[in-house]
């Protein structure tokens, strides 16, 4: 009688279940990297916010060096007045607040600013955010 070759109906079903499992592993992993990503995102557009606030408040001289705050924006610093036809609600997340305290009581040069970027991280209900520290010159 001829030997045959091949793989066994076993074979074949551990190789596949084998697969599988490697599979759903590297499902896995391109999941907490998806979110990851959209982590890191936010907190990079945060990032832009807090600049961008520095920079017109730098700009704006010393009349503009006073505490506010505006939001909620959206990753471009908009606010949904700022649109005609606004984008979803859920694209509006940060909130942007600003201190402005003289260094020089009395003469108003120069002033440390002191800004926050906040938002809730929807995939974990945390609430992160970003700040920084300059002093401007008016």
């Known amino acids: 009688m001829e030997k045959e070759s091949g793989f ?17 592993a590297l499902a896995g992993a391109q999941l907490v990297s998806i979110r990851s ?18 920079e017109g408040l730098h700009a704006g001289g010393s009349a503009s ?3 506010g705050n505006d ?6 610093g908009r606010t949904a ?9 859920a694209d509006f997340l940060f909130n942007r607040t600003w201190t402005c305290t003289p260094a020089n009581p009395g ?7 002191h800004v926050e970027v906040r938002w809730l991280e929807a995939r974990t209900g945390n609430n992160r955010m970003v700040s ?7």
């Open 65 to 67: 060096l006073v505490n």
């Open 37 to 54: 990503t959209q982590s890191d995102y936010n907190f990079t557009m945060a990032t832009s916010l807090v600049q961008q606030q520095i």
């Open 81 to 89: 007045a700022d649109y005609t036809n606004a984008p979803d609600a």
């Open 107 to 113: 003469t108003g040069n120069p002033c440390l600013v």
């Open 132 to 138: 920084s520290d300059a002093i401007i010159t008016p």
């Open 8 to 24: 066994s109906l076993i074979e074949v079903l551990i190789a596949a279940t084998i697969f599988s499992i490697g599979l759903i």
């Open 71 to 76: 939001g909620p924006l959206d990753m471009l």
